[in-house]
């Protein structure tokens, strides 16, 4: 049964201070439960040694900390560890750690499935249920930094919003999430380690761009011929190509930040020359890097299959020739649908 008292988390540390202040304490108490909820990740109000039992009891009295729980963790074996995690309200997204030689990146989810449609990924198939709270993104990346200790022994070293969902349907919770996991009084990672990947909603990149954010942007685009992304990915009906490449012009004009393309080549459907010349038209407008992604199949996703290395070594030599960046990344976390495109509560 979900709660009737407040999340305390959802208060300011100036509503935390009136909240005090209203009762008769010092406003200053306000600033001590701030850094134990953003600091300290305290879980209950028992955790907070620096109040007297009287002043934890009436914060019990008003609030909760409706905190994450893992209900799962699966381990891949090539390190990659991913978390069904249960939401107060008993609902479960997933996320993801991802042990490199010389980081760890957390792999987090915005929504409780997603508000978008790509026919090649897992989460597309769920229902959106609702956006996550700040708190509950921020409960992610928690998790994860804990287990990067636990099992690398090393903090936790990048982040990307790349598990279930679409960041920017979700813009000022995830923005939110962000500032609490950057700021010196919440977790004080640096924003140049944490990227937010979208599949491209123009009006909320030039958002972003407007509110001259600090982190890196990703765009999964996968096709750069109109027909063909529409095909794959039928919201591009309503955001097209054009009006995404305007806001990235944008976003880069505003920024300075390069903008990378995330890209699965398949056989078939962008595996051609013009699909080739086609993103390197589409890379040529704003300083960029394309990172071609491994294909993880879904149940039964006949529709799509991995293209050869002989597609994917065309892509490279013809990026590579035309002076633009190009990585191929190896999928993780395969044999536990860990990977990027697979994340569907397949593990509850």
Same mark, same amino acid.
């Given at each position: 049964?979900?709660?009737?008292?407040?999340?305390?988390?959802?208060?300011?540390? @100036? $509503?935390?201070?009136?909240?005090?202040?209203?009762?008769?304490?010092?406003?200053?108490? *306000? #600033?001590?439960?701030?850094?134990?909820?953003? $600091?300290?990740?305290?879980?209950?109000?028992?955790?907070?040694?620096?109040?007297?039992?009287?002043?934890?009891?009436?914060?019990? @009295? /008003?609030? %909760?900390? +409706?905190?994450? =729980?893992?209900?799962?963790?699966?381990?891949?074996?090539?390190?990659?560890?991913?978390?069904?995690?249960?939401?107060?309200?008993?609902?479960?997204? @997933?996320?993801?750690?991802?042990?490199?030689?010389?980081?760890?990146?957390?792999?987090?989810?915005?929504?409780?499935?997603?508000?978008?449609?790509?026919?090649?990924?897992?989460?597309?198939?769920?229902?959106?249920?609702? #956006?996550? #709270?700040?708190?509950?993104? /921020?409960? $992610?990346?928690?998790?994860?930094?804990?287990?990067?200790?636990?099992?690398?022994?090393?903090?936790?070293? #990048?982040?990307?919003?790349?598990?279930? *969902?679409?960041?920017?349907?979700?813009?000022?919770?995830?923005?939110?999430?962000?500032? =609490?996991?950057?700021?010196?009084?919440?977790?004080?990672?640096?924003?140049?380690?944490?990227?937010?990947?979208?599949?491209?909603?123009?009006?909320?990149?030039?958002?972003?761009?407007?509110?001259?954010?600090?982190?890196?942007?990703? %765009?999964?685009?996968?096709?750069?011929?109109?027909?063909?992304?529409?095909?794959?990915?039928?919201? +591009?009906?309503?955001?097209?190509?054009?009006?995404?490449?305007?806001?990235?012009?944008?976003?880069?004009?505003?920024?300075?930040?390069?903008?990378?393309?995330? /890209?699965?080549?398949?056989?078939?459907?962008?595996?051609?020359?013009?699909?080739?010349?086609?993103?390197?038209?589409?890379?040529?407008?704003?300083?960029?890097?394309?990172?071609?992604?491994?294909?993880?199949?879904?149940?039964?996703?006949?529709?799509?299959? &991995?293209?050869? +290395?002989?597609?994917?070594?065309?892509?490279?030599?013809?990026?590579? $020739?035309?002076?633009?960046? %190009?990585?191929?990344?190896?999928?993780?976390?395969?044999?536990?649908?860990?990977?990027?495109? &697979?994340?569907?509560?397949?593990?509850?």
């Amino acid at each position: 049964m979900v709660s009737k008292k407040k999340d305390i988390r959802a208060l300011t540390k @100036e $509503q935390l201070r009136d909240f005090f202040e209203s009762h008769g304490e010092k406003p200053f108490r *306000g #600033n001590q439960v701030y850094e134990w909820l953003w $600091q300290k990740s305290a879980h209950s109000f028992d955790k907070m040694t620096n109040l007297s039992k009287e002043t934890r009891k009436k914060l019990e @009295e /008003y609030f %909760v900390i +409706n905190h994450i =729980k893992v209900d799962q963790l699966q381990k891949s074996s090539d390190g990659t560890i991913k978390n069904a995690v249960r939401l107060h309200d008993g609902l479960v997204v @997933e996320s993801v750690l991802i042990p490199a030689k010389e980081r760890t990146t957390a792999c987090v989810s915005s929504q409780v499935g997603c508000s978008l449609d790509c026919k090649f990924c897992a989460t597309a198939r769920l229902k959106k249920m609702r #956006n996550l #709270n700040p708190d509950e993104i /921020y409960d $992610q990346v928690v998790v994860i930094n804990n287990e990067s200790e636990l099992y690398f022994n090393r903090p936790l070293s #990048n982040i990307v919003f790349m598990g279930m *969902g679409e960041p920017l349907m979700n813009y000022n919770n995830v923005l939110k999430a962000i500032d =609490k996991i950057t700021s010196p009084e919440g977790l004080g990672m640096s924003p140049k380690r944490i990227t937010v990947s979208t599949s491209g909603v123009p009006k909320m990149i030039r958002k972003l761009a407007d509110e001259e954010v600090k982190f890196k942007l990703a %765009v999964s685009l996968h096709s750069a011929i109109e027909e063909i992304r529409t095909s794959i990915m039928p919201f +591009n009906a309503t955001f097209n190509l054009k009006d995404l490449r305007d806001s990235l012009i944008y976003w880069y004009s505003k920024t300075k930040s390069r903008i990378t393309y995330e /890209y699965v080549v398949w056989e078939g459907i962008n595996d051609k020359d013009k699909d080739i010349r086609a993103l390197i038209a589409f890379c040529r407008f704003a300083p960029s890097k394309v990172n071609l992604i491994e294909y993880n199949p879904i149940d039964d996703s006949a529709d799509f299959k &991995q293209a050869s +290395n002989d597609a994917i070594n065309k892509y490279v030599e013809a990026l590579e $020739q035309n002076g633009i960046i %190009v990585t191929v990344r190896r999928s993780r976390g395969k044999d536990i649908d860990a990977a990027c495109g &697979q994340l569907a509560n397949k593990s509850i």
